[in-house]
């Protein structure tokens, strides 16, 4: 009975670690071994694929372009979320439910919904194809998402603190970032987490708002297509490489993401 009840968890990670696998194994192969037939593994190992990443300066660029907008969304998200979150926390005031019910209807609506509206605006005003363009349009899902999550972090902060804080004589701003933020650390970790991977991972705002200064590598792995086809091996290579910055943000807030699922709203 125990050595079944060990096999389930072993049998659930083999199947979510299996498309990862496959991935990594297309990334090694040629597009023509790819489309021969079935193969566990590399029948003419190849790093060509890669090569033709690092080398080819549309790949790594958009590889950075994609850094650098989801940097500035993440950022961006976390400092206007906190100070959000603390006023649903500690006031109460008329319509906050309704406002913060608001909220989360936007972070519910489909992408596709506002990528006309932000394409004509960014037009108008100058920020198409720019880095800033992409992250303020996802903000506008990620601060719904973080003041959310925030907010039940701080609601477990007892209100004595912030009233201890103030006779001692701290400032509002010097008790927030000293005291407070320490205390909801772990919240401000999973919070950054999942917005750096909603950013990381959508596709249709940030295909739609750039065209070459700030292409993301989610666009460029959509322009593979030669007169054969798809690059299979080339987009193997690409995702196994899309894979790696989740893999590092997951490494280092993996601890705030366990303190999450047990004390926020994660």
């Known amino acids: 009975m125990r050595r079944a009840s060990a096999l389930v968890p072993i049998l659930y990670i083999v199947f979510l670690m299996l498309p990862i696998y496959w991935l990594l194994n297309m990334s090694f192969k040629t597009t023509n071994e790819i489309l021969g037939g079935f193969s566990p593994f590399p029948r003419e190992f190849t790093l060509d694929n890669y090569i033709a990443i690092f080398t080819d300066p549309t790949w790594y660029n958009g590889y950075i372009d994609s850094l650098i907008y989801v940097a500035i969304n993440t950022v961006l998200s976390v400092a206007v979320a906190l100070p959000a979150a603390y006023a649903f926390s500690r006031y109460r005031f008329l319509g906050d439910k309704h406002l913060f019910f608001w909220l989360l209807t936007n972070r519910m609506?489909?992408?596709a919904v506002f990528a006309l509206p932000?394409?004509?605006?960014?037009s108008a005003i100058g920020l198409f194809d720019?880095?800033?363009a992409v992250a303020l349009a996802h903000c506008l899902f990620n601060i719904p998402l973080a003041v959310w999550i925030l907010e039940g972090f701080m609601s477990g902060v007892p209100r004595e603190i912030d009233e201890t804080a103030y006779i001692d004589g701290y400032s509002f701003p010097k008790?927030?970032?000293?005291?407070f933020m320490p205390l909801i650390a772990s919240g401000i970790g999973v919070t950054a987490f999942?917005?750096?991977m909603f950013s990381w991972v959508e596709m249709l705002l940030a295909k739609t708002l750039t065209s070459v200064e700030a292409k993301p590598i989610v666009a460029v792995m959509t322009r593979t297509a030669s007169t054969s086809g798809y690059e299979l091996g080339l987009l193997a290579a690409a995702g196994v490489l899309t894979i790696i910055?989740?893999?590092i943000v997951i490494w280092f807030v993996r601890n705030y993401?366990?303190?999450?699922?047990?004390l926020g709203r994660v």
């Open 175 to 179: 008790f927030f970032v000293k005291i």
């Open 257 to 262: 993401i366990a303190k999450g699922f047990a």
């Open 109 to 111: 609506a489909p992408p």
């Open 130 to 132: 720019t880095h800033i």
């Open 194 to 196: 999942f917005c750096f």
């Open 118 to 122: 932000f394409l004509q605006l960014y």
């Open 245 to 247: 910055p989740g893999a």
